[in-house]
């Protein structure tokens, strides 16, 4: 993913990775036979959250938006921004659209 990042850019490849789990974390909602959601958590696991290929990407853009300064303060607020909003808030609708569905 670090080659991908270098050739066409941070940014593109980070939303790219993530817009590819965001479609099959929607994709595995929707079946209701087990072949397609096994399909679709296999690609939902290909994509940059395995072995944590989100994490090194997310560092190197923090690191190009901020300078030398804030660099060491903003990262701990962000991630603790991010993670606070992916354990707590961002599962609740989630919730909802499987209980619709099922």
């Known amino acids: 993913m670090e080659r991908l990042a270098e050739l066409y850019g941070r940014k593109p490849v980070f ?12 994709l ?9 959601l096994g399909l679709f958590l ?12 989100h994490h090194p990407i997310a560092s190197l853009i923090i690191g190009d938006i901020y300078t030398f300064s804030p660099t060491c303060r903003v990262p701990g607020l962000q991630l603790s921004g991010v993670f606070g909003f992916a ?16």
């Open 42 to 53: 296999a690609l939902q696991g290909s994509g940059p959250s395995a072995a944590g290929r």
């Open 28 to 36: 595995c909602v929707l079946p209701g036979v087990m072949l397609p």
């Open 15 to 26: 939303f790219c990775w993530s817009g590819l789990v965001f479609v099959a974390s929607t």
């Open 87 to 102: 354990a707590i808030i961002a599962p609740m609708p989630w919730r909802f659209l499987v209980e619709a569905c099922y």
